[in-house]
């Protein structure tokens, strides 16, 4: 099947649409059952895989600020009211 690639987001039923907010849910509903430690080994990969990359990129700069601010949020304890 020939995508349309100018076009492909546009129709919200197409086939890349459709995968592409599939991967996204699952990666949202698998991230939301990992717990504190295993999240932190999440992102520490992801941040050895951005090590491999050009360190000059604008992309690997933005991508390290996002993933230092998520390991920062992640360390935060939320209190519960009582």
């Known amino acids: 099947m020939e995508l349309d690639k100018q076009n492909v987001f546009e129709d919200k039923n197409s086939p890349a649409m459709v995968e592409c ?4 849910a699952n ?3 698998q991230w939301k059952q990992l717990g504190e430690d295993e999240r932190k080994v999440s992102v520490q990969e ?3 895989r951005m090590h491999q990359l050009p360190a ?3 992309y690997v700069t933005h991508r390290f600020r996002v993933l230092n601010k998520i390991l920062q949020l992640i360390s935060i304890k939320v209190g519960v009211a009582l």
């Open 46 to 48: 992801e941040m050895k």
């Open 56 to 58: 000059n990129s604008s």
């Open 21 to 24: 907010v599939g991967a996204s």
């Open 27 to 29: 990666s949202s509903k």
